[in-house]
């Protein structure tokens, strides 16, 4: 999928969140608002909880494990694009960090349940388009797309 | 299966959403590991777990879970009963280890959520 | 209740310790947080969680578990299985999930009266 392709469309909703890193009290906090205006915004349930889905595990990740970072969200007629890109140590190894089991969590992070090496794995299964990029001192940037059916989504 | 028949089977107490307790439920999924709930569980289900903090409550407003049983008479953070209450969650904790828990509702009818959830979304 | 019968009565997956299954299971124990299970989980139990890695072995051990399930069809870690023979600890795989597991599980040992 190419940005050209959708580019005469118009964008129905779009807003950048910033979240801040290492602050666990406020994890989540952006999904839920995200999930608030998409219901609002009469989307089938079942988008709306494929993008809160994939931008809840993005939130966590950047609370995890970056200084700080933003979730981008932009709602088009066909489609959700979701962007989380951070401010933070990055990923060395790209290939390793996507295999299912994989981690470098904090005992903290994993007694909150997470951390158990499938937070990349379920924002790439839950999305129909994603890709991940980072740069090693810098920072990671996720890019994620959600299919807007519009006959059963009714946008 | 309403949350109130839940509650008697669990001797569970309401701690947060007794006006809910009329809500009918069918599933239920039981883990100790957030992101596990998010790959597997489904919209309406209980989630049975030994976790009490905030991310429960967050992870169960993604998913709209019908209602959060702690096991083993766990008491949630008053931060999670915070946000349980401002994103209507109703709450319930049970004296029961997940295990029973678990056992007592798949006695009486309850159905686990196998599917991934990704793949359900595949339409005719 | 030993293992063998358990293993046949949900068809679960042998990985390790076929030659243990006549053990005795004196309940069930749900959970995939490490310290909870070191806690709370008793000698004898059948300790049923989605973890895979090494580290459930060393539990499974100390505590004197009949053995462990692995659920949701999760297969243990290399090193897991290789740690399991070592320490003679079952571990069997289920394709249900945790709930339904435990909820079979469940139901045969409150038949047998266990």
Known sequence: ?155 | MTLREVKDILDAEVLVGQEQMDKDVKTAFGADLMSDVLAFAKAGSLLLTGLTNPQVVRTSDVLDIAAIILVRGKKPSPETLTLAEELKIPIMTTKFILFETAGRLYQRGIVGCMERVDEERVRT | MDLAAIVKALGLKVRSGADLLDRKVTGGFTGDLLSDVMAHSSEGNLWITRQVHQNIIAVASLKDHAGIVLVQGNEPAADTLEKAVKEKVPILVSDLSGFETAGKIYAILKVRGV
């Open chain 1, 1 to 155: 999928m190419t940005k050209n392709v959708f580019a005469h469309e118009t964008t129905l909703y779009e807003n950048k969140f910033p979240v801040e890193g290492g602050n666990f009290d406020k994890a989540g906090q952006v999904s839920s608002q995200i999930k608030a205006i998409l219901k609002r915004m009469k989307l089938s349930s079942e988008i709306i909880r494929r993008v809160a889905l994939v931008s809840y595990e993005s939130e966590i990740n950047i609370v995890s494990y970056a200084r700080k970072g933003h979730i981008h969200i932009q709602v088009k007629p066909d489609y959700v694009l979701i962007e989380a890109i951070d401010e933070g140590d990055g990923i060395p190894d790209l290939e390793l960090a996507m295999q299912q089991g994989w981690s470098t969590a904090s005992q903290r992070i994993r007694e909150m349940g997470f951390g158990a090496g499938m937070g990349l794995c379920n924002i790439k299964n839950f999305s129909d388009f994603f890709r991940i990029s980072s740069d090693v001192g810098k920072g990671t940037q996720l890019k994620m797309v959600i299919k807007i059916d519009k006959i059963f989504d009714g946008i």
